[in-house]
């Protein structure tokens, strides 16, 4: 397979590209570093891949890129580009989504009928389904966004099966549902969520809680992303979802649990745009996969708290050394690891925050609660950097 995927820096494009690299793919990936946040984030989402002999990264904004030139070898198009985010898609902002999310996406397909190719998967959205439908969600279902940014991304379906139609265009569409991981947007719940109760900030609540979203891990999105570039029908849009929903209510619960903090919570009204649950029909099941399910089994002892803490969550210590503490009210070891050692020790001592410290060796050096006295924990760092 030779693809070319759009959005290559940001948290799904990366790991699709990791993903199409390991299962012996050359890739091309596009993006050019929009603002919406942090590119020293895109830039470590891209760390992998740019070691990689078979990957070639191309920075512009597809309405800009020689398109021609680089579909000129490629077999398979993934295209996430796009202005991701429900709750900004209102006002002045929508100029940015039409222009990501629909002219790119015209010009991309444009090129598209200008040479052969075996797929083309477009990154859809469960926003397209609003509020009104049946649910589960259904693929044939009338899609009524509620959002700007759903309708954006509808518009773009529309775009693919147009072109499929008119110029035989071989796209399908896949409708991602809440997907989560190591390395989400840092605009997105969980990363907000965790953040908050790792830095000891306040978790913002958008209404009740009792919202429900069928999150779908960044793994499952990928495996059936690359699963529809073989056996997706074209002209076709598929639900990339588990089937399974569950309220931010039990997942600011299940962090509680991770992270042994209990969440400071400041009540929002629910912003427009914002969807009140999201249920997947049988996606995967189209693809033939299975998929998991977020919070299905909470996670026991302290062993399995972590494992589900990398998996879901990917929180090393790096990761969380870039959160603001205000001092007051953080987690102790949490505030004390930043006051007193910055981000030093992310290269050097592997922290999983809840209740161990880890050598580099992987050996645990120390286990604490959130009552450890901090010279404790200073104590066996220094040790630790010291061996
Ligand atoms: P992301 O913001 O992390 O990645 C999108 C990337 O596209 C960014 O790196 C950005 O710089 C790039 N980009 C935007 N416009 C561009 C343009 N015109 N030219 C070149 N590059 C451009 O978002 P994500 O969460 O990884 O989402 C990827 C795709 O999946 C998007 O299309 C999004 O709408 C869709 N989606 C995401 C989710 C989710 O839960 N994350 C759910 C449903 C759909
Ligand atoms: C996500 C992505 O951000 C969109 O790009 C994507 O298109 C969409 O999924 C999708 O599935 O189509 P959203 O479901 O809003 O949108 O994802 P989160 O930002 O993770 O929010 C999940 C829930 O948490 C929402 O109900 C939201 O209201 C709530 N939330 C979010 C809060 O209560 N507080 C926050 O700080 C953030």
Redesign the pocket.
């Given at each position: 397979m030779r693809a070319l995927v759009?959005?290559?820096?940001?948290?799904?494009?990366s790991h699709l590209v990791e993903q199409l690299l390991a299962d012996g793919a050359h890739v091309v990936g596009?993006?050019?570093?929009?603002d919406?946040?942090a590119r020293a984030l895109?830039d470590a989402n891209l760390a992998a891949p740019r070691r990689h002999d078979r990957f070639t990264f191309v920075e512009?904004?597809?309405?800009d890129a020689d398109l021609d030139h680089l579909l000129r070898d490629t077999t398979h198009v993934f295209h996430?580009?796009?202005?991701?985010g429900v709750r900004k898609s209102w006002g002045v902002d929508f100029a940015v989504y039409t222009?990501?999310?629909i002219e790119?996406t015209q010009v991309l397909l444009e090129a598209c009928t200008r040479t052969e190719l075996s797929k083309v998967v477009y990154?859809?959205?469960?926003?397209v389904y609003g509020d009104d439908g049946d649910m589960p969600m259904r693929e044939d279902q009338r899609p009524q966004p509620v959002s700007p940014y759903g309708v954006s991304?509808l518009a773009a379906e529309h775009l693919c099966y147009l072109y499929w139609v008119a110029h035989r265009v071989p796209t399908v569409s896949l409708?991602?549902?809440?997907?989560?991981g190591p390395r989400?947007?840092p605009d997105?719940a969980f990363n907000r969520f965790l953040h908050a109760m790792l830095g000891g900030g306040t978790v913002t609540l958008y209404g009740t809680g009792e919202q429900t979203r069928d999150f779908?891990f960044v793994g499952d999105a990928v495996s059936a992303t690359i699963a529809a570039a073989d056996r997706g029908a074209p002209g076709n849009v598929y639900n990339i979802g588990g089937g399974a929903r569950v309220s931010v209510n039990r997942v600011l619960e299940l962090m509680a649990v991770c992270t042994g903090t209990r969440p400071r919570i400041e009540r929002h009204p629910v912003p427009k745009g914002d969807m009140h649950d999201t249920y997947a029909d049988k996606g995967f099941t189209v693809l033939g996969f299975p998929c998991d399910q977020f919070g299905g089994q909470e996670p026991g002892d302290d062993a399995e708290i972590n494992a589900f803490c990398e998996r879901n969550f990917g929180v090393t210590f790096p990761l969380f050394s870039k959160v603001e503490v205000n001092g007051e009210g953080a987690h102790p070891l949490y505030q004390w690891l930043r006051s007193e050692k910055g981000g030093l020790l992310g290269s050097k001592i592997k922290w999983n925050f809840t209740k161990y410290l880890l050598g580099k060796d992987g050996k645990v050096i120390g286990r604490y609660s959130p009552t450890t006295k901090p010279e404790k924990i200073a104590a066996d760092i220094e040790k630790a950097l010291a061996a």
């Amino acid at each position: 397979m030779r693809a070319l995927v759009t959005g290559a820096a940001g948290f799904i494009g990366s790991h699709l590209v990791e993903q199409l690299l390991a299962d012996g793919a050359h890739v091309v990936g596009l993006d050019c570093f929009t603002d919406y946040y942090a590119r020293a984030l895109k830039d470590a989402n891209l760390a992998a891949p740019r070691r990689h002999d078979r990957f070639t990264f191309v920075e512009s904004r597809l309405q800009d890129a020689d398109l021609d030139h680089l579909l000129r070898d490629t077999t398979h198009v993934f295209h996430l580009a796009a202005q991701a985010g429900v709750r900004k898609s209102w006002g002045v902002d929508f100029a940015v989504y039409t222009a990501c999310n629909i002219e790119a996406t015209q010009v991309l397909l444009e090129a598209c009928t200008r040479t052969e190719l075996s797929k083309v998967v477009y990154a859809s959205s469960s926003s397209v389904y609003g509020d009104d439908g049946d649910m589960p969600m259904r693929e044939d279902q009338r899609p009524q966004p509620v959002s700007p940014y759903g309708v954006s991304k509808l518009a773009a379906e529309h775009l693919c099966y147009l072109y499929w139609v008119a110029h035989r265009v071989p796209t399908v569409s896949l409708r991602y549902f809440t997907v989560y991981g190591p390395r989400q947007r840092p605009d997105m719940a969980f990363n907000r969520f965790l953040h908050a109760m790792l830095g000891g900030g306040t978790v913002t609540l958008y209404g009740t809680g009792e919202q429900t979203r069928d999150f779908t891990f960044v793994g499952d999105a990928v495996s059936a992303t690359i699963a529809a570039a073989d056996r997706g029908a074209p002209g076709n849009v598929y639900n990339i979802g588990g089937g399974a929903r569950v309220s931010v209510n039990r997942v600011l619960e299940l962090m509680a649990v991770c992270t042994g903090t209990r969440p400071r919570i400041e009540r929002h009204p629910v912003p427009k745009g914002d969807m009140h649950d999201t249920y997947a029909d049988k996606g995967f099941t189209v693809l033939g996969f299975p998929c998991d399910q977020f919070g299905g089994q909470e996670p026991g002892d302290d062993a399995e708290i972590n494992a589900f803490c990398e998996r879901n969550f990917g929180v090393t210590f790096p990761l969380f050394s870039k959160v603001e503490v205000n001092g007051e009210g953080a987690h102790p070891l949490y505030q004390w690891l930043r006051s007193e050692k910055g981000g030093l020790l992310g290269s050097k001592i592997k922290w999983n925050f809840t209740k161990y410290l880890l050598g580099k060796d992987g050996k645990v050096i120390g286990r604490y609660s959130p009552t450890t006295k901090p010279e404790k924990i200073a104590a066996d760092i220094e040790k630790a950097l010291a061996a």
